[in-house]
């Protein structure tokens, strides 16, 4: 299976800053099928990202993905209050689906 | 708008059994590989078991191989998860997915505990 490591666990940034995450794959991720997604406290994940660069429906401008085999990144040009929270990376180009660990955003 | 539904979590004892439903709004369910993904509480997400479109192919993790059968009813758009001889580590929200990337359901929580 392919194993997703993202770094780094936690990162402490101010409103306004860019976040910037990480996320590698063990192996090549097929056809770029890497989706982001955003978890609130209680609440269950939110897609921000799919196929590695494309914005869900409803998602602001300042989220964007980029990549493509084995590394890619979201990242988050003008951080506001509401994105300090978990975000996770999975693919969903070869089974079993995978996840990685989360990058918590909180506030510096 | 959700597309999924879960239903059927609760508080088990230790080697007890429950059986979680996923209701699916999706028009083309029928052919669609769906899965069950489990996140224990303060955890990541992790795959838990996928089933074919036509319920043929079945797939688990190793950790709950032999215990837990993943199933489908394709004429009402709906996905089970039969979960038997339940451990603790089995406690999480238990999430229906489609392979395609979506927004999720709100899950429905599993607690093992005596």
């Known amino acids: 299976e392919i194993v997703l490591t993202q770094s780094p666990g936690t990162l402490s940034l101010s409103p306004g800053e860019r976040g910037i995450f990480s996320c590698r794959a063990s192996?090549?991720?097929?056809?770029?099928?890497l989706a982001w997604y955003q978890q609130k406290p209680g609440q269950a994940p939110r897609l921000v990202i799919y196929?590695?660069?494309s914005r869900a429906a409803g998602i602001p401008e300042r989220f964007s993905g980029s990549g493509s085999g084995t590394d890619f990144t979201l990242t988050i040009s003008r951080l506001e209050p509401e994105d300090f929270v978990v975000y996770y990376c999975?693919?969903?180009?070869?089974?079993?689906?995978?996840f990685g660990g989360g990058t918590k955003v909180e506030i510096k | 708008d959700v597309q999924m539904v879960e239903s059927g979590g609760g508080l088990v004892q230790p080697g007890g059994s429950l059986r979680l439903s996923c209701a699916v709004s999706?028009?083309?369910?029928?052919?669609?590989?769906m899965h069950w993904v489990r996140q224990l509480p303060g955890e990541g997400l992790v795959w838990v078991s996928r089933?074919?479109?036509?319920?043929?192919?079945?797939d688990y993790a190793d950790s709950v191989k032999g215990r837990f059968t993943i199933s489908r009813d394709n004429a009402k758009n709906t996905l089970f998860l039969q979960m038997n001889s339940l451990r603790a580590e089995d406690t999480a929200v238990y999430y229906c997915?489609?392979?395609?990337?979506?927004?999720w359901g709100q899950g429905t929580l599993v607690t093992v505990s005596s």
């Open positions: 997915v489609p392979t395609t990337p979506m927004d």
């Open positions: 999706l028009v083309d369910f029928p052919n669609r590989y």
């Open positions: 089933i074919s479109p036509d319920g043929s192919t079945r």
């Open positions: 192996q090549t991720v097929n056809n770029n099928y």
């Open positions: 196929d590695a660069s």
């Open positions: 999975q693919q969903y180009g070869s089974s079993p689906l995978t």
